[in-house]
């Protein structure tokens, strides 16, 4: 009898279980006519990346609806094929292999994360498949693999900007936090290696853990060291909100500055005003009022941004401009070249250059797959609750 | 001696008088850090005493306690004025316990233990996956109840956030009350003869039955109160229960389980813990150095702390 109660009981969860899985992997598909162009899209909507792969999949979902609407592509509709990873790399691998051998996508866009591309780079070039991801680890474009792209700025970039500014403020003397997850490993490793070229001395280098609730010891840590003259965190939320925060509550008065993984300004409400004066390297679209008007990236950022806002009811951010760029620089390419033919439309993804996207504008070529210089990033700061670009 | 002023003298020298003044903040500074993570850490602990008094269950859905009441409290702090939300959050919550407990655990008439452990390990999976869809993967908070996000009470050169002062206010509120509760009422007395001896506590009249779903809208209940008032803090978003549950259940079994009191004292000791070895060790040992001791206490003492050695005995039965 107990046994039978106990079976039902799993059967239960067992079912409910299953039924959330399916719903995180429902597919788009709208109504083909004439053959459409199917694009695979491997983003982490739910999981620990999902404050990157949420706002991804939003993004291309009305990009691809924007683009259908239009006509299409070539007089091709786009079939979007979107698959929930949930940041997990051995889905990315599973979810990679049915794009590829089951849909025969045109092109994957994503993964949200670099752990998750990295576990398909290598098939996705042993199949020929092109391949342009939204994360931002260098290793992802070097090596150079002929089928792999990535569109956002690179974590060095990041790190290159945050340093001179530095040096702009007298600043050389500093510490380092940064989550125990690949993205904080990633970030530390950079800030590591630059340092000694940019004349950066590391006082203190510690790693939380990214689950962590408080961070008030660490911090206490680096305030006994009073030749410290700035904090870099490198995390994603909630702990680089939480680091700002009780920075603040120490009276740990040194500038702080944060990865370009701030770049949402649901963090800064989420630090209130101990976000005030935060510092980071981030893309122009969360100041696109402050462009002037001339500026090449304006138009397309405006767009974007109102596009979006208005259709979803919340803030854009630089990761949904990610799949942006992914999806857009894909479609320039096919348009390119004129049909939906992989190996075309990969040697003109190659040689697209000026292209304008979010994150700057695009000039890939053999031995660049990322396409973007240090132009792409703007060091901001936090006024009044808001992202406002930081001036000398 | 003066105030200490960090980041002051000792820039450059080594005046050891200077040096042993901002050394005596910071560690009064470790002192309040340990105090702010183990106020958080008993909040938790506290929950799984009560379940556990009544049915020797423990129950690792207790962290996704938390995790919806933060998350039912952000929702209606936007309706409705902060303590008006959070008594909401705590009275849905406790709802949701109750419901829980009729669902699945009444229709085991004949359960071990470990079935209903197990079970309440695949419901913290559930609620979450629900709590996905219902709001979505985005991380919120409360608003701090006293001040802002910067506001720190400073004395003697170290810094504490006042939310850790309503969280301690709490912890001792909620420990008297359920010390009343379970020691002086009728109700808590039958809660814990079902604990003690389910066979002679039926013999006597009690419905134990209702008493067990009791205690998990009792223990839902102080599970988003605690979700309530630590959100300012660590803020509140969906995959935030299962790590607090373990650091709470850590603290519970530190102290010793089924006693409200020595899970607030293991709560504090594992955040002083952490503190201290992180004003020796790299951060990132912090868990490691915390848990080693936590291993070596149990080595000595089983029952925890302040447990009572034959308390968890009488459970297998």
């Given at each position: 009898?107990?046994?039978?109660?106990?079976?039902?009981?799993?059967?239960?969860?067992?079912g409910?279980?299953?039924?959330?899985t399916?719903?995180f992997?429902s597919?788009c598909?709208?109504?083909?006519?004439?053959e459409?162009?199917?694009?695979?899209?491997?983003?982490?909507?739910t999981?620990?990346?999902?404050?990157?792969?949420?706002p991804?999949?939003?993004?291309?979902?009305m990009l691809?609806e924007?683009?259908?609407?239009?006509?299409?592509?070539?007089g091709?509709?786009?079939?979007l094929v979107?698959k929930d990873?949930?940041?997990s790399?051995?889905?990315?691998?599973?979810?990679a292999k049915q794009?590829?051998?089951e849909?025969?996508?045109?092109?994957?866009?994503g993964?949200s994360?670099s752990?998750?591309t990295?576990?398909?780079?290598?098939l996705?070039?042993?199949?020929?498949?092109?391949?342009?991801?939204?994360?931002a680890?260098?290793?992802?474009?070097?090596?150079?693999?002929k089928?792999?792209?990535?569109v956002?700025?690179?974590?060095?970039?990041?790190v290159?900007?945050?340093?001179?500014?530095m040096k702009e403020?007298?600043?050389?003397?500093?510490a380092i936090?940064s989550s125990?997850?690949?993205?904080?490993?990633?970030g530390?490793k950079?800030?590591?290696?630059?340092?000694?070229?940019?004349?950066?001395?590391?006082l203190?280098?510690?790693?939380?853990?990214?689950?962590a609730t408080d961070?008030?010891d660490?911090?206490t840590?680096i305030?006994?060291n009073?030749s410290?003259?700035?904090?870099v965190?490198w995390s994603i939320?909630?702990?680089?909100?939480?680091?700002a925060k009780?920075m603040?509550?120490?009276?740990?008065?040194?500038?702080?500055?944060?990865?370009?993984?701030f770049?949402?300004?649901?963090y800064?409400?989420?630090?209130?005003?101990?976000?005030e004066?935060?510092?980071?390297?981030?893309?122009?679209?969360?100041?696109?009022?402050?462009?002037?008007?001339?500026?090449?990236?304006?138009e397309?950022?405006?767009?974007?941004?109102?596009?979006?806002?208005?259709?979803?009811?919340?803030?854009v951010?630089?990761?949904?401009g990610?799949?942006y760029?992914?999806?857009?620089?894909v479609?320039?390419?096919?348009?390119?070249?004129?049909?939906a033919?992989?190996?075309?439309?990969?040697?003109?993804?190659e040689?697209l250059?000026?292209?304008?996207?979010t994150?700057?504008v695009?000039?890939?070529?053999a031995t660049?797959?990322?396409?973007?210089d240090?132009?792409?990033?703007?060091?901001?700061?936090?006024?009044?609750?808001?992202?406002?670009?930081?001036?000398? | 001696?003066t105030?200490?002023?960090?980041g002051?003298?000792?820039?450059r020298g080594?005046?050891f008088?200077?040096?042993?003044?901002?050394?005596?903040?910071l560690?009064?500074?470790?002192l309040?850090?340990?105090?702010?993570?183990?106020?958080?850490?008993?909040?938790?602990?506290?929950?799984?005493?009560?379940?556990?008094?009544?049915?020797?269950?423990?129950?690792?859905?207790q962290?996704?306690?938390?995790?919806?009441?933060?998350?039912?409290?952000?929702?209606?702090?936007?309706?409705v004025?902060?303590?008006?939300?959070?008594?909401?959050?705590?009275?849905i919550?406790?709802?949701?316990?109750c419901?829980?407990?009729?669902?699945?655990?009444r229709?085991?008439r004949?359960h071990?233990?470990?079935?209903?452990?197990?079970?309440t390990?695949?419901?913290?999976i559930v609620?979450?996956e629900a709590?996905?869809?219902?709001?979505?993967e985005?991380?919120?908070?409360?608003?701090?109840?006293?001040?802002?996000?910067?506001?720190?009470?400073?004395?003697?050169?170290a810094a504490?956030?006042?939310?850790?002062?309503w969280?301690l206010?709490?912890?001792?509120?909620v420990v008297?009350?359920?010390?009343?509760f379970?020691r002086?009422?009728?109700?808590?007395?039958a809660?814990?003869?079902c604990?003690s001896?389910?066979?002679?506590?039926?013999?006597a009249?009690?419905?134990i039955?209702?008493?067990?779903?009791?205690?998990f809208?009792?223990?839902?209940a102080?599970?988003?109160l605690?979700?309530?008032?630590i959100?300012?803090?660590?803020m509140?978003?969906?995959?935030?229960?299962?790590?607090?549950?373990?650091?709470?259940f850590?603290?519970a079994i530190?102290?010793?389980?089924?006693n409200?009191?020595?899970a607030v004292?293991g709560g504090?000791?594992v955040?002083?813990?952490?503190a201290a070895?992180?004003?020796?060790?790299?951060?990132?040992?912090?868990?490691v150095a915390?848990?080693?001791?936590?291993l070596?206490v149990?080595?000595v003492?089983?029952?925890g702390?302040?447990g009572a050695?034959?308390?968890?005995?009488?459970?297998?039965?």
């Open positions: 009898m107990a046994g039978l109660c106990l079976l039902g009981t799993l059967l239960v969860m067992a409910l279980c299953l039924l959330g399916l719903l992997t597919s598909a709208p109504p083909p006519s004439a459409p162009v199917k694009i695979g899209a491997l983003f982490s909507v999981g620990p990346a999902s404050f990157l792969g949420a991804e999949e939003k993004t291309v979902q691809v924007q683009i259908n609407a239009a006509g299409g592509i070539n091709q509709k786009l079939q979107v990873t949930a940041g790399p051995e889905k990315a691998v599973s979810f794009l590829i051998e849909e025969k996508v045109l092109a994957i866009i993964p994360t752990g998750e990295m576990a398909i780079k290598d996705c070039q042993e199949n020929k498949m092109l391949l342009v991801s939204c994360a680890a260098e290793t992802i474009v070097n090596p150079v693999a089928y792999v792209f990535k956002p700025q690179k974590d060095s970039q990041a290159t900007w945050i340093y001179r500014t403020k007298g600043i050389s003397n500093i936090v125990t997850d690949g993205y904080g490993a990633a530390k950079q800030l590591e290696d630059l340092a000694p070229a940019e004349g950066i001395t590391i203190a280098n510690e790693v939380y853990d990214k689950q961070l008030t660490v911090l840590k305030k006994g009073s410290v003259q700035a904090v965190n939320v909630p702990a680089q909100s939480i680091v009780n603040k509550q120490l009276g740990l008065n040194v500038p702080l500055f944060q990865s370009h993984g770049g949402n300004l649901k800064v409400q989420q630090a209130g005003v101990a976000a004066g935060i510092l980071f390297p981030a893309s122009r679209l969360l100041i696109v009022e402050d462009l002037p008007d001339g500026h090449p990236q304006k397309v950022l405006a767009t974007y941004k109102k596009d979006y806002e208005s259709r979803y009811k919340e803030e951010s630089t990761f949904g990610h799949s760029d992914a999806l857009m620089v479609v320039e390419a096919l348009k390119k070249a004129g049909e033919d992989r190996e075309k439309v990969r040697d003109a993804l040689t250059t000026g292209f304008v996207g994150a700057g695009f000039n890939f070529s660049d797959h990322t396409g973007l240090l132009t792409a990033f703007e060091m901001l700061t936090v006024k009044d609750g808001k992202f406002v670009m930081y001036k000398k | 001696m105030a200490p002023r960090p002051g003298s000792a820039d080594f005046s008088n200077a040096r042993r003044v901002e050394n005596g903040s560690a009064l500074q470790y309040l850090s340990g105090i702010t993570k183990g106020s958080i850490y008993a909040v938790v602990a506290i929950g799984f005493n009560l379940i556990y008094s009544a049915t020797g269950i423990i129950n690792f859905a962290g996704e306690f938390l995790m919806l009441g933060g998350m039912v409290a952000v929702t209606l702090a936007v309706y004025p902060l303590p008006v939300a959070v008594t909401g959050a705590v009275a919550v406790a709802l949701v316990g419901l829980l407990e009729l669902t699945f655990f229709r085991l004949r071990s233990v470990l079935h209903l452990v197990i079970i390990m695949g419901l913290a609620i979450q709590a996905l869809h219902i709001w979505d985005k991380v919120r908070s409360l608003p701090y109840f006293t001040g802002n996000e910067v506001s720190s009470i400073r004395f003697l050169g504490i956030s006042p939310q850790v002062l969280v206010g709490t912890v001792g509120l008297l009350g359920l010390h009343f379970l002086h009422t009728l109700q808590g007395r809660m814990r003869a604990s001896n389910p066979e002679a506590a039926m013999l009249g009690i419905n039955p209702n008493m067990r779903t009791l205690s809208g009792l223990s839902a102080l599970g988003a605690a979700g309530c008032v959100s300012p803090m660590t509140t978003h969906y995959e935030m229960g299962a790590p607090l549950a373990i650091k709470g850590a603290a530190l102290g010793g389980l089924g409200p009191m020595a004292a504090l000791l955040g002083l813990l952490e070895s992180v004003s020796r060790l790299p951060a990132v040992y912090n868990d915390a848990f080693a001791i936590l070596l149990i080595f003492r089983p029952q702390l302040f050695p034959a308390a968890d005995s009488v459970r297998e039965h």
